[in-house]
C-alpha cells in the first residue's frame, strides 16, 4: 500500500508540474518538442530533494543548463545545447524508487496504449490527455513490474480517445 501510495503521488505531481511546464512553456514556445523518432526518448522528467545542489551537480557533470518555468520555483526545464530535453523538480517528501519519469515517443498513442493493457501494462487514470496548444498528447502507465513510463505523441488524440 505505501508503494501504491508513493505512486499516486509521484503521477499526480507529474502530472501537475508536466501540465505546469508544457502550459507555461507554451506562452513563450508554442512549438512541438524536436521529432526524435518512434521509440526514442522524447523528455525526461528527474526528481530531487535539493533543487539548487541537482542543478549544480548536472550542469558540472553534463554541462546542462537550466531554466525556470514559471508559476513554480519548485521545478526547472533541463537544457542540453539549445535542445530543452526534461524537468528537475523537487520531490514532494522522500525519493522513492519510483520517481523520475522518462517519456517514449509513439506515433500511435492510444495504439501504444492498448497494447500497454494488452501485455499486462496498467494506464494510470486520467491518461493520455492532450497537451496544450495542439502540442501533441501523453500517456503514462505502469509496467507489469510496477515502473512508471510515459508516452509521448505529437499529434493531438483523436476526438473518442480523449475519454479517460
Not at 528537475?88 to 522513492?96: C, D, V
Request: glycine share 10%; net charge positive; hydrophobic share 40%.
Amino acid at each position: 500500500m505505501k508503494t501504491t501510495l508513493i505512486l499516486k503521488n509521484l503521477f499526480s505531481t507529474a502530472l501537475a508540474l508536466t501540465l505546469a511546464t508544457m502550459s507555461l512553456r507554451a506562452e513563450s514556445a508554442p512549438a512541438l518538442k524536436p521529432d526524435v523518432g518512434e521509440g526514442r526518448v522524447a523528455w525526461f522528467d528527474l526528481t530531487t530533494t535539493d533543487l539548487a545542489k541537482a542543478k549544480d551537480f548536472y550542469s558540472k557533470l553534463f554541462g546542462w543548463q537550466f531554466t525556470a518555468v514559471k508559476g513554480t520555483d519548485r521545478a526547472a526545464e533541463i537544457v542540453a545545447g539549445s535542445t530543452s530535453i526534461g524537468t528537475l523538480r523537487e520531490a514532494e517528501g522522500k525519493i522513492s524508487q519510483f520517481n523520475g519519469v522518462v517519456y517514449i515517443q509513439v506515433s500511435d498513442l492510444p495504439g501504444t496504449c492498448q497494447k500497454t493493457k494488452e501485455l499486462g501494462g496498467t494506464i494510470v487514470p486520467g491518461f493520455p490527455f492532450d497537451l496544450p496548444d495542439g502540442r501533441g498528447a501523453i500517456g503514462l502507465f505502469t509496467d507489469p513490474s510496477g515502473h512508471p513510463l510515459g508516452l509521448y505523441s505529437r499529434t493531438s488524440l483523436p476526438s473518442a480517445s480523449t475519454a479517460k
